[in-house]
């Protein structure tokens, strides 16, 4: 698979079109995924996909072959995703920051990816980006600091607030689990 | 713990979906990623145009500078006079291009010649090319020249021109003071070739076409020349040779 993957990046870099058809092929389902964990609305999705998948077949050459093909789309993903949301103007940070401390509660219950999916789309934009990015996609605060141009101690402060949502949400869950069986 | 785990699990679900795109999609994508294509070959056209004038630019200069180079200046073993351009077997004419000296050449009387030739010899052994034997019982003869000049379009008269100018740019060259004696020399040397010349067209019929009339040409020569002036052409053959020499050797090296 990874020979076959390295002789159409090759290809796919000469322009050629199969090639770059075959990865799209092999690759659009999962960015689509990813950049649905972003954007609500699966049109808007797909259309930041596109978005990100032009940036990849016309900056393939930028490609330096350190770390994963699918590791370098995901990114360019991310970002098209993030200029989609501010295109919508949906992402504001506060100018305030909030000192956190934080508390869990240990809540692990059962949800499938349609209810995970539900309570990320409860967040709001700037909650959901921030929270997306560091628990899913595994960002440090000072990498998802630069790349939404905030504080470390704004994305920390989103993160704190994300995270209390969705244990609310979680809760609200589990009790209406109880409830039902 | 929680929310690590919490957030664990939901990272494991999440990463295992896959979402289909819908039917389109792809033809979208290729329909932006198609006007890409002919900028760049646009551009590469661009560069392509632009290195092959680059390559022809190049090679009509090296082109012309071969051309230039070819065009070398020949010097006649046989010192002869000017005369036509065309070319029969026993009729030559001499066309030196600037560096050379035309010398010309009174052949009717050969004692005289052998004295100038040894003067020229004498004066300087180290002649490269220019062969300064003058024949005995030699008549001036115009015989067969190649042309070695591009002034080949130029009229005879304006070769002469260009040649008189060229010997006096030599004797400048040589850091010799050029007198308005030895200019004059010069121009009436010119108008005696041209003057030989039209003596050619003149007197040319089918079969002695390019010929000069020897009887004709003794006569002319006879009711020009007196002693003095027989005495500057040799003067200034020596001067000339001198200078055709030294832009021999000055084009050898």
Known sequence: MYKNEAALIKRAMKNN?????????????????VCRYYIKDLQHAEEAMLNGFFKVFTKLK??????????????????ESISMLRKLKKVEFPQYEIIVN??????????????????????????????VMYAIEGYKHHEIAKELGITEGTSKSQLFKARKLLQQQMNELNKEKHVAH | MSPIKFEENMKRELEQRTIPVTEGAWEKLQQRLDPEQPKKKGKSIVWVLGIAASLAFVFWLTKGAFEQSDVT???????????????????????????????AQDIKQPREEEEAASKIEESKPEAP???????????????????????????????????????????????????DAEIEALLEKAQREIEVKNLLIESSSTSTAGRVNPDMLLYEVEMEL??????????ELKIQFNSVRNAVAQRNN
Do not use: C
């Open chain 2, 73 to 103: 200046p020949k010097i006649v073993e046989q010192p002869q006079e000017q005369e036509t351009p065309s070319t029969e077997n026993d009729t030559e004419v001499i066309t030196p291009k600037k560096e050379e000296v035309f010398v």
């Open chain 2, 129 to 179: 090319v220019l062969n300064p034997q003058i024949h005995r019982d030699e008549v001036l003869l115009a015989t067969n020249v190649e042309e070695v000049t591009p002034t080949e379009n130029m009229s005879f008269e304006d070769q002469k021109v260009q040649e008189v100018v060229a010997q006096i740019v030599d004797l400048k060259e040589q850091n010799t003071t050029v007198s």
């Open chain 2, 226 to 235: 007196d002693k003095s002036f027989r005495t500057k052409v040799f003067e």
């Open chain 1, 102 to 131: 934080e508390t869990y509660n240990n809540i692990n219950i059962a949800i499938n990816v349609a209810q995970i999916q539900q309570l990320i789309d409860g967040l709001s934009e700037g909650y959901r980006i921030v929270f």
């Open chain 1, 17 to 33: 079109r199969e090639a770059q058809h075959t990865l799209f092929q092999m690759h659009s389902p999962k960015m689509l995924s």
């Open chain 1, 62 to 79: 930028s490609f330096n072959h350190q770390g994963s093909f699918e590791g370098w789309i995901r990114r360019i993903m991310i970002r």
